[in-house]
């Protein structure tokens, strides 16, 4: 083989290799649309969902600022209940105590009727 050949054959073999890299190039491009692509809805998606994060801390707000007075409300109704049920038992008690006396004070004058 002389150097024309050489030549030749390494032209060819430098041809084939220029035309594998023009084709991982193409490729390499393609991926880089697809990749740009893909961020485009990822990005569009996340926009979306910061949309949907605004809307539900909007409706938060809006459920505290609604239930947090009647939460209250309740919870001071409940407070006030237990405190007169409270009170209603100490009541309870003093008389307990007291119809139990009546009732010992009614045995003796019946024992002391009898006794007559």
Same mark, same amino acid.
């Given at each position: @083989?002389?150097?024309?050949? =050489?030549? $030749? &054959? @390494?032209?060819?073999? @430098?041809?084939?290799?220029?035309?594998?890299?023009? #084709?991982?190039?193409?490729?390499? /491009?393609?991926?880089?649309?697809? !990749?740009?692509?893909? $961020?485009?809805?990822? *990005?569009?998606?996340? +926009? *979306?969902?910061?949309?949907? !994060?605004?809307?539900?801390?909007?409706? /938060?707000?809006?459920?505290?600022?609604?239930?947090?007075? =009647?939460?209250?409300?309740?919870?001071?109704?409940?407070?006030?209940?237990? %405190?007169?049920?409270?009170?209603?038992?100490?009541?309870?008690?003093?008389?307990?105590?007291?119809? %139990?006396?009546?009732? +010992?004070? !009614?045995? &003796?004058?019946?024992? #002391?009727?009898?006794?007559?």
């Amino acid at each position: @083989m002389n150097n024309e050949e =050489k030549i $030749l &054959a @390494m032209l060819e073999k @430098m041809d084939s290799r220029l035309d594998s890299l023009e #084709a991982g190039q193409a490729s390499l /491009q393609q991926g880089q649309s697809d !990749i740009t692509d893909n $961020l485009k809805v990822f *990005s569009d998606r996340l +926009d *979306s969902f910061e949309e949907r !994060i605004d809307t539900v801390n909007r409706s /938060q707000i809006n459920v505290e600022n609604d239930l947090t007075p =009647k939460i209250k409300a309740a919870f001071d109704g409940f407070s006030n209940a237990r %405190e007169k049920n409270d009170e209603q038992d100490k009541r309870l008690t003093v008389l307990e105590g007291k119809a %139990e006396n009546y009732g +010992d004070r !009614i045995l &003796a004058i019946e024992y #002391a009727l009898k006794a007559e």
